[in-house]
């Protein structure tokens, strides 16, 4: 799937597509934003908007206040 128009995405749907990625493809947020041609920052914007942040540990977004 083509993540670089993720601005498009619904915010939910967006989340989804980014974890699962990151769960099987990406081993970092960085890879992941490079490997897609991403605008990291309009990502983490977008995601926290929802309530997530990204956890490097588990390499995944988590909704925030969660280990």
Same mark, same amino acid.
């Given at each position: 799937?083509?993540? #670089?128009? +993720?601005?498009?995405?619904? #915010?939910?749907?967006?989340?989804?597509?980014?974890?699962?990625k990151l769960r099987l493809e990406c081993?970092? !947020?960085?890879?992941?934003?490079?490997?897609?041609?991403?605008?990291?920052?309009?990502?983490?914007?977008? !995601?926290? +908007? !929802?309530?997530?942040?990204?956890?490097? !540990?588990t390499n995944q977004f988590k909704c +925030?206040?969660? #280990?």
């Amino acid at each position: 799937m083509d993540l #670089s128009n +993720a601005g498009k995405l619904d #915010s939910a749907i967006l989340l989804g597509i980014v974890n699962e990625k990151l769960r099987l493809e990406c081993d970092s !947020l960085d890879e992941l934003v490079t490997t897609y041609e991403m605008d990291v920052d309009h990502v983490v914007d977008k !995601l926290s +908007a !929802l309530g997530f942040q990204y956890d490097p !540990l588990t390499n995944q977004f988590k909704c +925030a206040g969660t #280990s």
